[in-house]
């Protein structure tokens, strides 16, 4: 699957959150995953703030993904971001996702199932785990990623960007924001 990502049209600067809303905010197509039951795996938007210390993506689903507390649910999440030149055109997940030519060099993954976690990845020569100043919070409908300038790049001002759910091991990307059509017909594509 090629993929392009998004450019966040997000400027980095300054230390104010907009007042009410998001300052940027990027709508999805809903419904456009293999199986109607998979709600929990269709992004309808993400939504991107800042503040001087922290980004803040909160990615909206068009089904009920629950709590990493409040039961069975389950729901995998992805976010790579191009901030620097260079990067890698894969992913440190392993899932089956392409970025249509741009390298990234920020990945993060994050989940609600088995009581919910974060992970984050840096690329230098291959990726490299780092999960400092990164943390997730889910509601019913949505997860939050705060991710630290730091762990960002305190130098970045703008950034690339896609969103992408995924399911186990190596399955391919279920949704994608940057795509409004159909990116898989099922788990083993």
Known sequence: M??????????LAGTSLASAGYISEYNDATGDVFDPGLSNLDISSVGINHDADNVYM????NGYIGTATDGPNWGKYMIAIDAYGGGGSDNPWGRNVSYGGVEADRFIGTWIDNGGGITGYGHFNGWYSDDSGLSSTSDDYSITVTISRDWLGA??????FDVMTTGNGADPGIDHLSRSDLSTTGWGE
């Not at 909160?58 to 689903?61: A, G, K, N, Q």
């Not at 130098?155 to 690339?160: E, G, R």
């Open 155 to 160: 130098d970045v001002t703008s950034f690339n």
């Open 58 to 61: 909160t990615i909206e689903m």
């Open 2 to 11: 090629n993929i392009k990502l998004v450019s966040a049209a997000v400027v």
